[in-house]
């Protein structure tokens, strides 16, 4: 089957760093995702991975292993409004299409 | 550039009626989603076209849920009839034509159903 488990949630204060790990098994594998998603809003799309390492972004970074079918988020300086919750999705190989397999998500609660 | 648009963005029905959602993506995106985000969890896929054909309907409850892009633009998603666990955000999403980028999905705001 497909699984993906991240935190439910985390807890920050503003500007430290947070790390917000996904860890994946699926039928093969063809990217890695990470959504953020306010409430009551559409996911918007943060980062890709697709190959090992790490892709920088701004304040935020994300990693991938794709031997230990892994991968973490990290946001720095953190601000009010990186309250929300982070999505992390793969994209199976398994599959007809291209759709993402998503996790339950991890809301993250920023305070002063 | 427009983003992909919704509507209606509420939606309160009784069960076992009817309801249809509309979608209308992002323009030259030939790849169209709909995904069914229940409260507390992450989306997950319904239905993908590809312009105006299904790529995958694999999870697609079909007995009650039905959807069509018969100009591969815009799209409707019904149910009928509606039950109690459907009540849940039905996202869409458009993605431009091959991989590139890793096929970015950019999601609609979504129609939030409730079905009491």
């Known amino acids: 089957g497909q699984n993906i488990d991240q935190p439910t949630e985390m807890t920050a204060t503003e500007g430290a760093i947070v790390q917000i790990n996904c860890t994946y098994q699926t039928s093969g594998f063809n990217g890695l995702f990470w959504y953020q998603q306010h409430a009551g809003e559409a996911p918007t799309f943060l980062s890709y991975n697709v190959l090992d390492g790490l892709e920088e972004k701004g304040r935020f970074s994300s990693f991938l292993s794709r031997s230990k079918g892994y991968s973490y988020l990290l946001l720095k300086e953190l601000q009010m409004k990186d309250s929300a919750s982070y999505l992390c999705?793969?994209?199976?190989?398994?599959?007809?299409?291209?759709?993402?397999?998503f996790g339950k998500g991890t809301t993250l609660s920023v305070s002063s | 550039e427009a983003g992909v648009a919704q509507s209606p963005r509420y939606k309160i029905i009784e069960k076992r009626q009817s309801v249809a959602f509309w979608c209308n993506p992002i323009?030259?995106?030939?790849?169209l989603y709909w995904y069914q985000q229940i409260l507390g969890q992450g989306p997950k896929l319904l239905i993908q076209f590809q312009n105006n054909g299904v790529v995958d309907d694999s999870q697609l409850p079909k007995d009650r849920f039905s959807a069509e892009r018969l100009k591969g633009v815009d799209s409707t998603l019904k149910i009928q009839p509606a039950k109690l666990e459907d009540s849940a955000v039905y996202l869409c999403?458009?993605?431009?034509?091959?991989?590139?980028?890793?096929?970015?999905?950019?999601f609609g705001p979504g129609t939030r159903l409730t079905v009491t």
């Open positions: 999403a458009s993605s431009p034509p091959g991989l590139a980028g890793g096929g970015e999905q950019y």
């Open positions: 323009s030259g995106h030939a790849t």
């Open positions: 999705a793969v994209r199976p190989t398994n599959q007809a299409g291209t759709a993402l397999i």
